[in-house]
């Protein structure tokens, strides 16, 4: 096991976006300005205001309002690709404490937060990821990496370091976050019709990680992104939204729709893992993070993945004459390796898997 400890690969060590943000600067560095910014516009106002599903958890399970439900969930992820989560199950008071806990994080001095800062070798850790050439453009964030499950795959200096409480606290939200992601794909295999242990098996045992994400204000929100806009590498993302500030948005109809997060809700997202195993009828779809002028935001976003040791490809109940394979089988390893080797640049790896059919 031990070849896979590294499987997310490296990233570039660079200036932490947090401590420049607090110099008060009044210009951005030439290294995160963006000149394609300006290009894709979101939705005005004025415009119809789309809003991403919502399924309900404790609908979904019920035996009177589980089928509608559950076509509600099918709906969202071959349309959207997103949705919000309400009643699932995840005691407010856990989400609560992380929120406050990841919030002091970011917040420790930096002499601590060296402890935990990225490597040369290793992309876990404060840092930023896709970082592969010196004259990248730089996303205006900071984010906190790491492998949470299954525990032998942590980096012995960053999960089992961390300070308390917010290590009892990840722990549980952790555990919690498996659960939910283990009742999430079985249903989504429900609504496929796929035979009934294949998401099961696929998913069990699987690889979780998370992203803490800290976008600092910015005095020129406008010419930086947050995040670039990419589709997620990995098989589900569950999102938790840590403060009250938006900037999420997702590219629907060549349209940048702002996300507005429910209070307790959990944003779901289908990822490129999910697309190929589903053979393209649910969609891992592009979004984005803006910044403001005023106040930081915070968010952390964990994924899961099957495991590492297997091949990834369409699921065999899927494919029919009439639906032949859409993506290439690939094994996991040279899956993750390919995907870090490269910078986030929208769909352009999933589409890079995508079998060619001529009639």
Sequence with gaps: MEEIKN????????????????????????????????????????????????????????????????????????????????????????????????????????????????????IEGFGQAFAISEDQKLDWADMFFMTTLPKHSRMPHLFPQLPLPIRDTLELYSQELKNLVMIIVEYMGKALKMEETEMRELFKDGMQSMRMNYYPPCPQPEKVIGLTPHSDGVGLTILLQINEVEGLQIRKDDMWIPVKPLPNAFIVN????????????????EHRATVNSGKERLSVATFYTPRHDGEIGPAASLITEQTPARFKRIGFEEFFRNLFARKLDGKSYLDSLRVEHHK
Excluded at 37 to 45: R, T
Excluded at 63 to 71: D, F, H, I, N, T
Excluded at 271 to 282: A, P, R, S
């Design 7 to 122: 499987s997310y690969g490296t990233s570039l060590l660079v200036p932490s976006v947090q401590e420049l943000a607090q110099e008060k600067i009044s210009t951005v560095p030439p290294r995160y300005i963006q000149p394609q910014q300006q290009d894709i516009l979101g939705i005005s106002e004025s415009d119809v205001i789309l809003e991403i599903p919502v399924v309900d958890m404790q609908s979904l399970l019920s035996a009177e309002s589980g089928s509608s439900e559950l076509s509600k969930l099918h709906r969202a992820c071959k349309e959207w690709g997103f949705f919000q989560l309400v009643n699932h199950g995840v005691s407010s008071s856990l989400l609560e404490k992380v929120k406050l806990e990841i919030q002091d994080f970011f917040n420790l001095p930096m002499s601590e937060k060296k402890k935990f800062w990225q490597t040369p070798q290793h």
């Design 270 to 285: 289908v990822g490129d893992v999910l697309e190929i195993v589903t053979n393209g009828i649910y969609k891992s779809i």
